[in-house]
């Protein structure tokens, strides 16, 4: 699944549609899942923390 999300993201980086529809409608969501998961106060950083999960996966990913 994960490869699939990466691979989605790479057609979306290319300027590609309806990949970056699709991409930055699944990533509303996913962010919109963390902030509904934070404390109100916290709520805030939910972008900047879907971002480092992105980076992590993207090291998982390339064996880092």
């Known amino acids: 699944m ?7 993201v790479g057609l979306a980086a290319r300027g590609g ?6 991409a930055g409608q699944i990533a ?9 998961h934070l404390p ?3 709520r805030h950083s939910a972008a900047d923390l879907f971002a480092h999960l992105e980076g992590r996966m993207l090291l998982t990913v390339i064996g880092r």
């Open 40 to 42: 109100d106060s916290e």
């Open 28 to 36: 509303d969501v996913f962010v919109g899942w963390i902030e509904a």
């Open 17 to 22: 549609e309806p990949f970056q529809t699709i």
């Open 2 to 8: 994960i490869t699939l999300w990466f691979e989605i």
